[in-house]
Structure formats: structure tokens, C-alpha cells
């Protein structure tokens, strides 16, 4: 992962990169394999709106606030990092539904003894509600991006690390198609 000054990144994967330019209002794909490039253009941002943002629909419940816990300042691998700590609790689980009651009957005289009939099936249980997902994330002071970020959630924790390997600007030829690669429309 590179990133400029001037906010252009780009990602490698094995077979592929991706360099976003959003001065240049493009993200460029190259594929390694076939040598090809494909340039996708980035429409300009919509303006923010008056009303402050996305309404919610009118019935629609609102969601918990996310919780944000500064972690302070600290070092990795020799670089200043910023931690934070974001709690999202999911909204509570709706309840179950109450099955609707039998009507009464009147009483009946009591037919002689017979078997018992068989007890309805007991209704399908609610899952158990999921639990809160926490995301910590460390950033580099100087780079403005993360270094080591963990997300701990009900289906397990997962950890990204990026090792900053070097502070200097990277050459503006890594955010260019190389030569000898073919333009794809």
C-alpha cells in the first residue's frame, strides 16, 4: 500500500492493483497477469444536504449510538500511532410474537376416558441476540493512516496490520499505468 501527499493511494494484491486519484477524479485497476489497465472515472461528490444528512423513513426505529473511547497515543514499531476504541451495540432483537388464544367452549359433559392427543410442537426459538462489535483502530500520526486495526465481534476477531516501511513520498511513477500495459475500455 502506497499513499501520497496529495491523497492518490494504491493497493497491490498478487495478481492486481488498484490506484485511486481523487484529484484526478479516476481509480485505475491494472491486472498483472494480462498487463491491461482499466480506468474507472469518480463522479464529483454530491454537495452535503440542508437537512443535515439521510432522514430516516418515519417508522423506521433508531439505532443505538456508537460509542467512541479515545485510547490515547502510543508506538509501533518505532511509529506513533493514535488509538480509538468504537462500540456498536445492535438494536435489541424484536420479541417473539404471543400465539393467538383458543376460543373458550362452553362446558361439555366428560366423554369417558380416551387417549390424550398429541401436544402441538413448541414454537421455533428467537436466535440469541448478537453481541456488541468493538473495532480498534491505531493510526499513524504522521502517515493519517491505520497501522493496526481489530474488530471483535460475535463471529470472531479479526486482525489487519500494515508495516509502515517507509515515511518518504513515493515515486509518482507507482500511481501511473506502466508501460507496456494495454488500456482496456
Request: net charge positive.
Given at each position: 500500500m502506497w499513499r501520497s501527499g496529495n491523497g492518490k493511494m494504491r493497493i497491490d494484491t498478487p495478481h492486481t492493483s488498484v490506484i485511486s486519484d481523487p484529484a484526478g477524479q479516476r481509480t485505475i485497476m491494472l491486472d498483472h497477469l494480462k498487463k491491461e489497465a482499466m480506468v474507472f472515472p469518480i463522479p464529483p461528490s454530491a454537495p452535503p444536504s440542508q437537512s443535515g444528512g439521510p432522514q430516516m423513513p418515519g417508522g423506521a426505529p433508531k439505532l443505538p449510538p456508537l460509542q467512541v473511547h479515545d485510547l490515547g497515543k502510543s508506538l509501533i514499531e518505532?511509529?506513533?500511532?493514535?488509538?480509538?476504541?468504537?462500540?456498536?451495540?445492535?438494536?435489541?432483537?424484536?420479541?417473539?410474537?404471543?400465539?393467538?388464544?383458543?376460543?373458550?367452549?362452553?362446558?361439555?359433559?366428560?366423554?369417558?376416558?380416551?387417549?390424550?392427543?398429541?401436544?402441538?410442537?413448541?414454537?421455533?426459538?428467537?436466535?440469541?441476540?448478537?453481541?456488541?462489535?468493538?473495532?480498534?483502530?491505531?493510526?499513524?500520526?504522521?502517515?493519517?493512516?491505520?497501522?493496526?486495526?481489530?474488530?471483535?465481534?460475535?463471529?470472531?476477531?479479526?486482525?489487519?496490520?500494515?508495516?509502515?516501511?517507509?515515511?518518504?513520498?513515493?515515486?509518482?511513477?507507482?500511481?501511473?499505468?506502466?508501460?507496456?500495459?494495454?488500456?482496456?475500455?
Open positions: 518505532g511509529h506513533e500511532v493514535e488509538g480509538k476504541r468504537y462500540t456498536f451495540s445492535p438494536p435489541q432483537a424484536p420479541q417473539a410474537p404471543q400465539p393467538p388464544e383458543m376460543p373458550k367452549m362452553p362446558k361439555m359433559p366428560k366423554p369417558p376416558q380416551s387417549p390424550k392427543p398429541p401436544l402441538p410442537p413448541k414454537p421455533p426459538q428467537l436466535p440469541k441476540p448478537p453481541q456488541p462489535t468493538v473495532t480498534e483502530v491505531w493510526t499513524s500520526v504522521k502517515l493519517k493512516m491505520p497501522i493496526l486495526t481489530k474488530v471483535t465481534s460475535s463471529v470472531g476477531e479479526q486482525t489487519t496490520y500494515c508495516k509502515p516501511t517507509s515515511t518518504e513520498e513515493p515515486h509518482p511513477s507507482v500511481f501511473e499505468i506502466p508501460p507496456g500495459y494495454k488500456l482496456k475500455t
